[in-house]
């Protein structure tokens, strides 16, 4: 079974408009290493989803009470996290949106992290410690994305 006409038909969802546009892939050693390190940081985010994963099951195990905000917390960050590995593989092959998207998607997920570790007695300390580092994670994300290498591989499309 091919794979790729499976994954582009989900391309056409996620990528909208711009689903088509795909860039040559670049060999400035600049893109290469920012991929690479991308990569390890969305790796260290997913282990630390895991690792809240885990926390969260042994202190259910235990009788302490975990609480609903911590679990949804839990599975967003996995699914935040699958979701931009998803996006990085795709842009990596050189579609424009998947490149867009880890644009976009890491600049807004560390605000509301941010900005939901802020509100008082929502999450226990270990929690909003969690949602901390994830956020500084995909600022440094964020940050190899809007480097002008990344930038010059994937130029706007003409319209």
């Given amino acids: 079974m091919q794979l790729e006409p499976a994954l582009r038909r989900l391309d056409r969802i996620a990528g909208g408009r711009q689903a088509d546009h795909r860039v040559a892939a670049s060999d400035d050693p600049k893109v290469r290493r920012a991929f690479r390190a991308m990569t390890v940081l969305l790796a260290v985010g997913f282990v630390l989803g895991v690792a809240t994963v885990v926390v969260a099951l042994w202190m259910s195990a235990t009788g302490q ?8 917390r839990c599975l967003v960050v996995l699914g935040i996290t699958t979701t931009l590995f998803y996006f990085l593989w795709r842009a990596h092959a050189g579609w424009y949106w ?7 998607f890491s ?41 002008d290498a ?8 003409r319209r």
């Fill in 65 to 72: 009470d975990v609480g609903f905000a911590v679990w949804m």
């Fill in 98 to 104: 998947a490149f867009r998207r880890l644009q976009l």
């Fill in 107 to 147: 600049r807004i997920f560390p605000v509301v992290a941010l900005v939901l570790a802020a509100i008082p007695g929502l999450y226990p300390f270990w929690v909003v410690t969690e949602q901390i580092l994830f956020a500084l994670l995909l600022i440094g994300v964020s940050d190899y994305l809007q480097s």
């Fill in 150 to 157: 990344m930038r010059a591989a994937y130029p706007k499309p």
